[in-house]
């Protein structure tokens, strides 16, 4: 079993990821570069992040975390004092997952 460090990496990245998302496509703009670059970008993000909460191999999940935690900062960044700071918790965790010896 994981840790909560690394299930809440994941989980924080995918809600402010589908938050993201939602307010972007609830705008009166038709769907553009900016929305797929947030759509391909958080996917990834979870992608890694799932992918080191089942991979067992310490180098490798830090490795995966820290890209996770990367993007989540990216976003926490360009979108600071708005949306963006749902991206804080999942940066936070994901850091410190991919800090986490076992």
Known sequence: MRSGLELGALVATLLAGGLYIAVIAGQDEPVGLVTWIVCSSVGAAGGTALAGVLTRRRRIRAA???????????????????????????????????????
């Open 64 to 102: 995966l975390f820290s890209f996770t935690a990367a993007v989540d900062i990216v976003w926490a960044l360009l979108g600071a004092l708005s949306i963006g700071a749902a991206f804080v918790p999942g940066a936070v965790l994901a850091f410190a997952a991919a800090r986490r010896r076992d």
